[in-house]
């Protein structure tokens, strides 16, 4: 078994562990073990990143955390010597990387029961069992929060000195307790109140708002940017006592400038009492916290009437045919209840949500809101289109593809009943809430005047999958891949996809040029769909051929 870094080192202070009681060397064989387990894991951080699977996928990881650390956190150690304001967006931001990467990647740590029926009934006493979560979640938390702060640590020494750099490596040690403390409590409280069922689909929304919070954190770093020469003072209110990035700026204000106001000493008591009493409260807890975590092993039946009433409704509406009707509600269901697909497309689905009023803010930095709401900007709705594609390809894949035998043994007659239902279901589950939701906000700030627009949109999205199926999904049954290979798309292809984005785009802003252009443009685009439709998915029995 390999013997690990991070164990070696521990092995310098082996007699802490002894003079607390520990068994040392089981604890080391536990930890041994944990480690080897925890290398198969992918990060999260590689969603969308073809990897290798051989070695240790978190520790491959660690030099992306380093990129987002330069990226992120560097540029904050040049705002000049307003240190407490900036040093609290810096700590802003380390927080919530810490945090999100602490619920998505170590939750398979914090929360580990595979050894439970193994160890617990072994003579390993409670204090050692113990020791060794502990001392597993924070060589996990060393590795991550070290190689995201290395290069800025680095950076801090010669841009402001070596006293100022203790002070900033000190407050990431406790930052980094308290992000573990608070996780868990988070945790406990969920599992006291809540099923276990509950807390997986936390951990699965909380993975998928890292992956968000990645995708668009180049927008808020230049955001940061257009503020800094403006004067900056501060007024100490009381609601500021629940804001963690005040506590851990406050020692720089008062070790470094000598700022002895009471607000500044009050925030430094509690940066360095508020993650020590934590972790005693931590410790004091961990029994209850241990018993709630046998909620995990039970799978509590989910509660979705309504939606499954929603779903037979629009299969009666849109699916003629009875075998269509069954895999368009079969495939609602895999993407409403499959954890690894929805980590893949909710952040598709949260970028084209995001992207078009990204487009909208920057362009109310050059002229009014009135004067854009009088413009074309809307056309910027066709970046919620370009998710289209990539969705309607990673409906092939399934972390239950094993069970595609299903295909070969139902008594289908007519196959492309299949895909025409799951792409049916596709198109309402994933587009049709967000592009609602985008109309209710487009016809609020560009009236109704773009409501031939916004039928010609829909129109094109529609187009857009039927064309995004041809390219992709052409061979093979849906969910019947393994996520592995989802990296297997060509970049030609998804090149191409955005090609036919921008393709429908280049077309609306012609034809709107043109009296009447947009209807005739309609008219062309559903004779164009219904012909597709009955060309791909044609409602002729056929064989079932095999795949």
């Known amino acids: 078994m390999h013997d690990f870094t991070s164990l070696r080192i521990l092995d310098r202070f082996k007699w802490i562990f002894q003079k607390m009681h520990i068994d040392y060397e089981v604890m080391r064989k536990i930890l041994q073990l944990k480690l080897t387990m925890d290398g198969r894991r992918m990060p999260t951080v590689f969603n969308g990143t073809k990897v290798k699977k051989e070695g240790n996928q978190f520790l491959k990881s660690l030099w992306m955390y380093g990129l987002y650390g330069v990226l992120l956190l560097t540029p904050f150690l040049f705002f000049g010597n307003q240190s407490m304001f900036f040093m609290s ?176 000493i009050i925030f430094t008591v509690l940066a360095v009492l508020g993650p020590l009493l934590s972790i005693l409260l931590y410790i004091r807890l961990m029994p209850a916290f241990e018993r709630n975590l046998a909620k995990l092993l039970s799978d509590s039946k989910r509660n979705h009437k309504k939606s499954r009433h929603l779903d037979r409704f629009w299969a009666t509406v849109l699916c003629r045919r009875k075998e269509e009707r069954t895999f368009y509600l079969f495939s609602s269901l895999m993407m409403k209840q499959e954890r690894e697909l929805k980590l893949k497309v909710y952040p598709q689905i949260g970028f084209a949500l995001i992207f078009p009023f990204v487009f909208l803010f920057n362009d109310l930095r050059n002229r009014s809101f009135e004067e854009m709401s009088q413009g074309n900007m809307y056309l910027v709705i066709y970046f919620s289109l370009a998710m289209i594609p990539t969705i309607v390809h990673m409906l092939k894949f399934s972390s239950t593809y094993k069970a595609q035998w299903i295909y070969r043994v139902a008594p289908i007659q007519n196959e492309s009943a299949i895909y025409s239902g799951t792409l049916k279901a596709c198109i309402m589950n994933y587009f049709i809430p967000i592009y609602l939701v985008l109309c209710i906000l487009f016809l609020w700030i560009f009236s109704f005047r773009i409501l031939t627009d916004l039928i010609v949109v829909l129109l094109a999205a529609i187009a857009l999958a039927l064309v995004s199926y041809v390219l992709f999904n052409k061979e093979g049954y849906p969910f019947s891949h393994s996520h592995e290979h989802m990296q297997d798309m060509s970049t030609f292809k998804v090149f191409g996809g955005v090609l036919v984005v921008g393709l429908f785009v280049l077309v609306h802003f012609i034809l709107m040029k043109i009296p009447f252009g947009l209807f005739v443009y309609i008219i062309l685009l559903v004779i164009g769909i219904l012909i597709g439709w009955m060309k791909i998915f044609p409602r002729k029995l056929n064989e079932v051929v095999s795949k």
């Not at 590795?143 to 990431?172: E, K, N, Q, W, Y």
């Open 89 to 264: 967006i810096l700590f802003s931001v380390l927080m919530f990387i810490v945090m999100t990467s602490m619920v998505s990647d170590f939750s398979a740590v914090l929360l580990d029961i595979r050894d439970k029926n193994i160890l617990h009934s072994k003579p390993i006493s409670n204090r050692t069992l113990n020791a060794a979560k502990i001392v597993h979640i924070l060589i996990y938390m060393f590795l991550l929060t070290g190689s995201f702060v290395i290069v800025p640590l680095i950076v801090s020494i010669f841009r402001h000195g070596i006293g100022f750099t203790l002070i900033f490596m000190l407050d990431v040690v406790l930052i980094s307790c308290l992000v573990v403390v608070f996780t868990a409590f988070v945790y406990l409280f969920i599992l006291r109140f809540f099923s276990g069922e509950k807390l997986k689909d936390m951990i699965n929304y909380v993975q998928i708002i890292l992956t968000l919070a990645i995708m668009i954190s180049y927008q808020l770093v230049a955001r940061v940017f257009e503020f800094v020469n403006f004067e900056i003072t501060y007024s100490f209110v009381w609601w500021h006592l629940f804001l963690p990035p005040l506590w851990f700026s406050a020692p720089f204000e008062l070790i470094l400038n000598k700022n002895l106001s009471f607000p500044i």
